[in-house]
């Protein structure tokens, strides 16, 4: 059992909360401290909650700041939930204290504290990883065992997109995705392109364009209801990826616009075409469209065929081939741990986070260059996971 202290008891801390209550069966919360007290005291009140309706767990300790945490001798994991850019200060001090770390996306929010920090848990040999840990669930995972065992051929490229307008309708404290280490990229990129690289492996060089539609914004969410952000940040990122394989992938995501499906997300091979499911999720559904399956009617300009209001119709659904199909954030956490144990490989690890990293923060480089640019990080994909017989518990 491998016990870990939660620094940051926000929004996404519920999740956690509840997947290590009741999930994963291997890790335990030992303690945690957020700059607001009331709310590691909430976070401490859910596990007792649920120890009343049964959960199995310890009750978790308060520390009264990050760096009670990192002194206690009993914790082997920090589990960094700040915000974006305050990533960068927790990890890097609790590294020097000699901690491992699991954060959430980003791994920092410029490509200097990327590096930073991945030399230091290189040189500190430390466990650092993070989130997300969406392309671990079932929905990903089973795409690409479809794309490795040649459903679709050769992969030749990828089209992904990520549009709303924004989170100021719905998240309580909205204000930093407008400022530094914010942005629809840097905020919901993770996902997008760190199951792009998974799937399709590593990034060679991106170009970009960006930009700010709104210079402020207005929250409706609840308590901030009528306060104003100013918009530091660009919130409409458009970019082209070029992949070691010689696969081109398109990126768009944006904060901007109106538009009824958040999430896009197709793989496009020499044999078929995968459409992906949202990789902010866990599950499927998962897509898979191979010309031969039809019996092919006359030939016509596509051009003029009858415009049909789902483009997927034609697309066969394979069921999910692994497990985690539910919101299972933590679940890279879990296998760090098993990791820490066992001195195996985890999945997912710094050296994707840093290159997810260099991506995600290279497309407004390239926007503000007008350049190509090359990148520098190096990329091997992490193990597909395992079927496991006990949900909960990775493998060894
Ligand atoms: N909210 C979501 O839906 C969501 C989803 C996925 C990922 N995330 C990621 O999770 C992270 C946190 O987001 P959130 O929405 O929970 O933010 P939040 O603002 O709701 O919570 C962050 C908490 O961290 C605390 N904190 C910051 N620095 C601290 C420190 N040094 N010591 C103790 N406490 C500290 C703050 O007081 C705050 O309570 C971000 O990286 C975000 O990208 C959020």
Redesign the pocket.
Known sequence: MIKIAM???????RIYLKNLTWTFKEVELYGV????PE?AEKAVNYVKGEIENGAEVPVPKIYK??YEAFADPEVQVILN????Y??YD?TKNALLSGKNVYS??PLGITIEEGDELAALAEEKGLHLGG?PDTFMGAGIQTCRRLIDDGYIGEVIGANVSMICRGHETW???PE?YYKKGGGPMM?MGPYYVTALVNLLGEAKALTGMTKKSFDKRLITSKPHNGEIIDVDVDTHLAGNILFANGAIASIFTTFDVYYTQQAHFEVYGTKGTLAVPDPNTFGGPVLLYRPEDFVAGPTVDPALRKIEFDPYTKFRQIPLMYDYRENSRGLGLADMCKSIETGRAWRANFRQQHHVLEILTGFSKASESGKFLELKTRYTRPEIMNNNPLHGVLDE
């Open positions: 620094v940051g008891c926000g929004d996404i801390s401290c957020d700059f607001r709310r700041d990050m939930l700040t915000r974006p305050e990533h927790v959430e996306k989130a998240h309580p404290d930093f905020d």
